[in-house]
């Protein structure tokens, strides 16, 4: 306990800061962006080894081993393939100089630490996650209830068509799978939440 808070009180810890958006070009995240897809950078936590970017799109981890080694593992979290979940704020003590934001996506939980000094604009970034997730799960159940609909519809056209036209049965089946991917992909698997981040984050 008591080297954690030397090591805290020296500020030799991997305690996070929060980037400004003026800054948000400086860092080593931005060269992963998928600028050509409208990708945009809105939130972003620093520590000495670690870069944390919430995009329109993505979670982008730039994992550095250490803080003194220049060698970094780019890891990519698309939104629209890992639902976010279990989003919570662990506020500091009274001798604590940090606070921490939790949350898993798809199966990785992350555990941040940020300096406490940035609590009010964590609380915007735990808003913005937690309304992606919620959406996320809003989608999933879309998904869900357009396979099960399509089911149906298919097991209805092979009744209500004859035997002797088999095309057409064939035909109409293609078109309801046709739409079921449409509304699964298009209507029911949200990929860019720039509106999300707009309305939580204050820069």
């Known amino acids: 306990m008591f080297k954690k808070f030397a090591a805290e009180a020296l500020g030799l810890s991997d305690i996070g800061v929060i980037v400004e958006s003026k800054d948000f070009d400086k860092v080593d995240a931005d060269d992963y962006l998928f600028h050509e897809d409208h990708e945009k950078i809105y939130f972003l936590i620093k520590s000495r080894k ?5 995009t329109n799109l993505a979670l982008i981890h730039v994992d550095g081993e250490s803080a003194i080694s220049a060698k970094r593992v780019i890891r990519r979290y698309d939104y629209a393939q890992y639902p976010i979940a279990h989003v919570s704020i662990e506020t500091a003590g009274t001798v604590d100089l940090d606070i921490e934001l939790k ?19 964590l609380k ?14 809003r989608d999933e159940v879309g998904r869900a209830h357009a396979m099960a609909a399509a089911s149906v519809l298919g097991s209805m056209m092979k009744l209500n068509n004859t035997v002797t036209d088999p095309a057409s049965v064939v035909s109409h089946y293609r078109a309801v799978l046709e739409a079921m ?13 720039s509106a999300i981040f707009e309305k939580y984050i204050h820069a």
């Open 50 to 54: 670690d870069e944390y970017c919430f």
């Open 103 to 121: 949350f898993t996506i798809g199966e990785k939980l992350f555990s941040i630490d940020v300096r406490k000094s940035h609590l009010e604009a």
């Open 124 to 137: 915007d970034m735990y808003k913005a996650l937690h309304t992606i997730g919620k959406l996320q799960k």
């Open 181 to 193: 991917n449409d509304a699964v992909r298009d209507d029911h698997t949200r990929k860019d939440f």
